[in-house]
């Protein structure tokens, strides 16, 4: 079974600044979601994943199939980014099932 | 718009009072999951649909059904909900079961077990 680490778990940023969030997994997958999960439940797919880098607006996710890891970025962070960021992996080919991270909670201050 | 809708909210009951939660989809997706998430958890896949076809995970407990009388509408059934199946209900669709399609959550309902 996959293992799938998220870091940090907790994560305070003022408004403007980069951050980055990490997601490590233990065994080869064949794609890779990033999800944001705001405060009242509703979860959003924010990328999938299965090589190199993607962006949207302000995001950018990136993943290195060989060392397991993959990485959110968001640029000039806004209060409107606080949300618990999920990643959730698939495994290899004809699986459907996600394995989900933990979360990292992003609370952003203006 | 295009979207999953999930009715109610929020919803309370009793111990052992059955409830039925709701899942619409206006997608047309083949693929329907409902997932339960307690606090501070991951997600947990409880079952899904690929079309009429229903598939269970092996550690759903007995006490949670699932019906699908046709391709927009999913529904969840507690028969007897415990104090531990208090949780956020999250419904998803996906065009396929693949590893990279996208799945479409709802807004989840919270249910809340006295």
């Known amino acids: 079974k996959n293992e799938v680490e998220q870091s940090p778990q907790n994560l305070t940023a003022q408004e403007g600044e980069f951050i980055t969030i990490n997601c490590s997994y233990s065994?080869?997958?064949?794609?890779l979601h990033w999800l944001q999960q705001h405060p009242g439940g509703g979860i959003v797919s924010l990328f999938m994943?299965?090589?190199g880098k993607k962006k949207h607006g302000r995001l950018i996710a990136t993943i290195n199939i060989q060392e397991k890891h993959s990485s959110l970025h968001i640029t000039a962070s806004h209060p409107r980014d606080s949300a618990v960021y999920i990643c959730?992996?698939?495994?290899?080919?004809?699986?459907?099932?996600?394995?989900f991270g933990k979360g990292t909670k992003l609370s952003v201050i203006p | 718009d295009a979207m999953v809708i999930q009715n109610p909210r929020y919803q309370v009951t009793q111990f052992g009072k059955p409830v039925t939660l709701s899942c619409s989809q206006t997608?047309?997706?083949?693929?329907m999951y409902w997932y339960q998430q307690k606090s501070s958890q991951a997600p947990k896949l409880l079952f899904h649909y690929y079309d009429k076809d229903f598939n269970n995970e092996a550690d759903t407990p007995d006490n949670f059904q699932s019906r699908r009388p046709n391709t927009s509408f999913c529904f969840l059934d507690i028969r007897s909900p415990g104090l531990g199946d208090a949780a956020m209900y999250l419904c998803a669709t996906a065009l396929a079961r693949n590893p990279t399609d996208t799945q479409y959550f709802g807004p989840g309902t919270r249910l809340t077990v006295l």
């Open positions: 065994v080869g997958i064949s794609a």
């Open positions: 959730a992996v698939a495994p290899g080919a004809g699986s459907y099932q996600l394995t």
């Open positions: 997608l047309n997706h083949n693929v």
């Open positions: 994943l299965s090589s």
